[in-house]
């Protein structure tokens, strides 16, 4: 888990706006007992691409 974590944050810090990398880490984040900070993460990911289904999703699932 700690590697795919640094793995993100790399691809991350080259594409801060790859929406595939910002859900993998909200999914890491869930993984990780931080249900919160992967509904902040979806969130911030609704603001730039309101329309991304997989977010939306993922962000539905951990609303219970």
């Known amino acids: ?3 795919a974590n640094n793995l993100i944050e790399q691809v991350l810090d080259d594409e801060a706006t790859n929406l595939r ?3 993998v880490r909200g ?5 990780a007992g931080n249900p919160g900070e992967a509904r902040a993460t ?3 990911i609704l603001r730039d691409a309101p329309d991304y289904l997989p977010v939306k999703q993922a962000l539905a699932e951990t609303e219970g």
């Open 42 to 44: 979806f969130r911030k």
């Open 21 to 23: 990398a910002r859900v």
């Open 27 to 31: 999914q890491l984040q869930i993984k």
């Open 1 to 3: 888990e700690k590697e």
